[in-house]
């Protein structure tokens, strides 16, 4: 299977692999289905961002999984309800916090039963409300970066329960301004902006939530050069849950379709996170970071810097700047179907991936324009 995003897709082109739903007790299609105008339509009101498709010769191409689809829903089902449990009540509860704890011992157990802890950020990605995919996804990147630390299983649950809570303080502020469809202006800016300190007076009251998780939730929009918010702390005066929020926060953000504007790919959103190591993000922890998520996750086509076309075919938690890719195409790199190693071959350390499909600067190739197109 190769991943489409949503303005390549195609009528005519056969589903890999199901989308669920937002609410997850049917898919909104199919494996198998074979795409419409239509339907394609469909999907982008629902806020898909793209589709795995088939494609021949890339049948046993399967993105990395890093939570089983029905355990990530029983996840997500489970801490929306809790989610609606805090917008109804002025304080949060001892027995929802330790529900929420749960959550983030699940998550826990479900990364450290792994393998392999490369995230596909496409695969984890929900089709719920934003609130809610975004808090989950955060938690696992949060947990994945604490367990590259090497940070123990106590901490890694408080992690994952300060991911999960960190946007808590959001229930406290106007609706409309949450869901504006464009820019807030710089006083609706500064209404967002009290919503660590409101998310930590929410949690202040229950005696089984941590001082380091409640620093998390208050510190995850410090900026290491002191630009950030609620108190513009710099450097390593920001809690190291702050920091490692604070790179997770942003990574998941960005490659999200938001009401204003389209998702970002991974490698872009990487490449924003790289350029803004000692302004805005820990370089040490961006270290990290890099260690743990696919820039080019399985399936993605890609044009390499000679101009070849190939596809994504697996990815090296060394590097995932150099992934190992399928030709689509016949070039002097070799035949259509040849693998080249681009993290180990010293043959091709001159080749680079110069673009994604998806973003405006892949050029077309007589044998991916339908892909393409």
């Given at each position: 299977m190769i991943y489409v995003p949503l303005n390549n897709?195609?009528?005519?082109?056969?589903?890999?692999?199901?989308?669920?739903?937002s609410i997850g007790y049917f898919s909104l299609l199919k494996n198998g289905e074979v795409l419409t105008s239509s339907l394609i339509e469909k999907l982008r009101e629902h806020g898909?961002?793209?589709?795995?498709?088939?494609?021949?010769?890339?049948?046993?191409?399967?993105?990395?999984?890093?939570?089983?689809?029905?355990v990530r829903q029983q996840i997500t089902n489970e801490f929306r309800k809790l989610y609606t449990d805090y917008l109804t009540r002025p304080a949060i509860s001892y027995?929802?916090?330790?529900?929420?704890?749960?959550?983030?011992?699940?998550?826990?157990?479900?990364?450290?039963?792994?393998?392999?802890?490369?995230?596909?950020?496409?695969?984890?990605?929900?089709?719920?409300?934003?609130?809610?995919?975004?808090?989950?996804?955060?938690?696992?990147?949060?947990?994945?970066?604490?367990?590259?630390?090497?940070?123990?299983?106590?901490r890694l649950e408080d992690i994952g329960l300060c991911a999960l809570m960190h946007d808590i303080g959001k229930v406290d502020i106007p609706i409309q301004i949450i869901n504006k469809n464009g820019p807030v202006t710089d006083s609706e800016f500064a209404i967002?902006?009290?919503?660590?300190?409101?998310?930590?007076?929410?949690?202040?009251?229950?005696?089984?939530?941590?001082?380091?998780?409640?620093?998390?939730?208050?510190?995850?929009?410090?900026?290491v050069d002191g630009t950030g918010y609620p108190y513009g702390y710099k450097g390593t005066r920001i809690p190291m849950f702050g920091r490692i929020l604070a790179v997770s926060d942003v990574y998941d953000a960005l490659t999200s379709?938001?009401?204003?504007?389209?998702?970002?790919?991974?490698?872009?959103?990487?490449?924003?996170?790289?350029?803004?190591?000692?302004?805005q993000f820990d370089r040490d922890l961006v270290g990290n970071f890099m260690h743990i998520v696919?820039?080019?996750?399985?399936?993605?086509?890609?044009?390499?810097?000679?101009?070849?076309?190939?596809?994504?075919?697996?990815?090296?938690?060394?590097?995932?700047?150099?992934?190992?890719?399928?030709?689509?195409?016949?070039?002097?790199?070799?035949?259509?179907?040849?693998?080249?190693?681009?993290?180990?071959?010293?043959?091709?350390?001159?080749?680079?991936?110069?673009a994604v499909l998806g973003d405006a600067n892949f050029e077309l190739t007589p044998g991916v324009a339908k892909i393409a197109q």
């Open positions: 897709a195609q009528p005519g082109m056969k589903l890999a692999k199901s989308i669920p739903s898909i961002d793209g589709v795995y498709v088939e494609l021949a010769g890339s049948e046993d191409i399967e993105p990395s999984c890093i939570m089983e689809p029905e027995k929802a916090v330790e529900a929420t704890k749960k959550i983030a011992e699940n998550i826990v157990d479900q990364v450290l039963g792994r393998d392999e802890y490369l995230v596909d950020i496409m695969e984890i990605k929900g089709y719920d409300s934003y609130t809610y995919s975004h808090s989950l996804n955060v938690g696992i990147l949060s947990i994945l970066m604490a367990n590259e630390m090497g940070i123990t299983r106590n967002i902006k009290t919503h660590p300190e409101k998310g930590v007076e929410r949690l202040r009251k229950c005696f089984n939530v941590s001082h380091e998780v409640l620093q998390g939730v208050q510190s995850h929009h410090e900026k379709q938001r009401s204003y504007r389209g998702a970002w790919l991974p490698n872009q959103a990487i490449e924003y996170i790289v350029a803004k190591s000692d302004a696919c820039a080019y996750p399985a399936g993605t086509v890609v044009q390499l810097s000679d101009g070849s076309p190939a596809v994504v075919v697996k990815n090296f938690s060394e590097n995932v700047l150099r992934p190992q890719v399928r030709l689509l195409e016949s070039t002097e790199l070799g035949p259509k179907g040849a693998e080249i190693n681009l993290f180990e071959d010293r043959e091709y350390f001159h080749l680079t991936v110069k």
